[in-house]
Structure formats: structure tokens, C-alpha cells
């Protein structure tokens, strides 16, 4: 267990949906990402937060969007959903952006666009 | 825009022998480096970094050299075992900055 809790695991929708994905950070970090793993594609960033604001913006498509809450854990909401985004989807924190230490990840959810 | 570059999606390598992983990239600012290993059904794992300053660094059976002039870096893997079995992850990213680069990925077998 890596400390950082992604829900849910599997997410089965149909296209033209709207899903919300649910991560909560290791304890005592700040810093959340979000990034999106295609089959055979790399990680690729999304968005991320630190202390509920929106800190940078990757590759993320204006149907997709997300939040950092008070207490820390963050959704991204996806809507209109396409076929093509059926990926994993993982989260990630750090205590702060600034920190040297690499991310820890969560373990991801699977979402299917059918 | 694929800043980082990991050119081979496979490696398989017998066990006990050296496995090493590559990766480019093309971000001159670019100044902090890492390794992650993933599992299936597991969220990737960090296993190593290395900072512009170094052009190695060794942890147990893992080092990362880093050639900046040539943008690339490696990682060995000595000896290999197959609990190395997974994919590997090359990510970048600059200090200070707000986000991190990550290759495509090099699944890497090894065969007992």
C-alpha cells in the first residue's frame, strides 16, 4: 500500500457519460497529480494541485476537469466521454511541488468507454 | 510532445546477467531524473533518481548514468533477477517545476 488511495479500481461506462475518478494523497502531502496512461502510451500528465489550487496544466481536454478539496483528496471529473478515453488513470502526490523526491503513485483506475 | 524517449517498448535478459534500460530526452532544461517500476495492477513505484550535478548513481543492484551532453541516461540492473520482471519508466522534470515527463515504458523480462 502505498499510502495513496485511488477509487474506484474499475469503471465500466458507456460513451457520452460522466464519470468522477476519487484520489486521496499519501498522508501529510499536498501535491497532487493526475495522469492518464493509453494502452502503449506513456504517463501523461493531466493537471495538478497543491493545497487545493491548480498549480499546472498538461494534456487535458477541456470535457475533463478536477478539484482539490480542504482535506486533501482530489477528484477529476470526466464528461462527454469518448471511446478513446478508456485508459488507466492514475494519481500521484508529493509532500510539496518543490519536493526532490519522486512522486508516490496510487494504483490507478481502469475506466472502459464502451 | 514526447520530451522523454524510451525507444525500446521490451528487453528480455537471462537471469544473473545485466539488464540496462535507455532513455533520451530533449528538454535541455531538464535537470532531475528518475526511475519508476511498475507491476501489473500496481500503481508505478519509484526506484531511482539522479540530478543533473551526477553522472551516476548507485543504489544496490540499480545505477543510473546520465549523459547530459548526449540527453540520455540508463539504467543498469546487476545482476538481474525475475522479481525485475516489469515495466520501467524514464521521467523528467526540471526542479522547481510543476510537473514531470514520463517515457513510454520498457517492459523487461527476465528469464530464469
Known amino acids: 500500500d502505498s499510502g495513496v488511495t485511488q477509487t474506484p479500481k474499475h469503471l465500466i461506462t458507456a460513451t457520452g457519460q460522466r464519470v468522477t475518478l476519487r484520489c486521496s494523497p499519501r498522508?501529510?502531502?499536498?501535491?497532487v497529480y493526475w495522469y492518464q496512461q493509453s494502452l502503449d502510451q506513456g504517463l501523461q500528465f493531466l493537471i495538478q494541485?497543491?493545497?487545493?489550487?491548480?498549480?499546472a496544466k498538461g494534456n487535458i481536454l477541456e470535457r475533463f476537469s478536477a478539484q482539490q478539496f480542504p482535506d486533501l483528496h482530489s477528484e477529476l471529473n470526466l464528461s462527454s466521454l469518448e471511446l478513446g478515453d478508456s485508459a488507466l488513470y492514475f494519481c500521484?502526490?508529493?509532500?510539496?511541488?518543490?519536493?526532490?523526491?519522486?512522486?508516490?503513485f496510487g494504483s490507478g483506475t481502469r475506466l472502459t468507454v464502451v | 510532445d514526447q520530451q522523454v524517449k524510451q525507444n525500446s517498448p521490451s528487453l528480455s535478459v537471462q537471469e544473473g546477467r545485466i539488464s540496462i534500460l535507455n532513455c533520451d530526452y530533449t528538454?535541455?532544461?531538464?535537470?532531475?531524473f528518475l526511475w519508476y517500476k511498475k507491476y501489473p495492477a500496481e500503481g508505478p513505484t519509484f526506484l531511482i533518481s539522479?540530478?543533473?550535478?551526477?553522472d551516476k548513481n548507485e543504489d544496490g543492484r540499480f545505477t543510473v548514468f546520465l549523459n547530459k551532453s548526449a540527453k540520455h541516461l540508463s539504467l543498469h540492473i546487476v545482476p538481474s533477477q525475475p522479481g525485475d520482471s516489469a515495466v520501467y519508466f524514464c521521467?523528467?522534470?526540471?526542479?522547481?517545476?510543476?510537473?514531470?515527463?514520463f517515457g513510454a515504458g520498457t517492459r523487461l523480462t527476465v528469464k530464469p
Open positions: 539522479i540530478s543533473s550535478i551526477k
Open positions: 498522508s501529510g502531502d499536498l501535491s
Open positions: 494541485y497543491y493545497n487545493g489550487e491548480e498549480r
Open positions: 500521484a502526490s508529493k509532500p510539496t511541488p518543490d519536493s526532490l523526491y519522486g512522486y508516490t
Open positions: 528538454n535541455s532544461m531538464f535537470d532531475y
Open positions: 521521467a523528467a522534470s526540471a526542479i522547481n517545476n510543476n510537473d514531470m515527463r
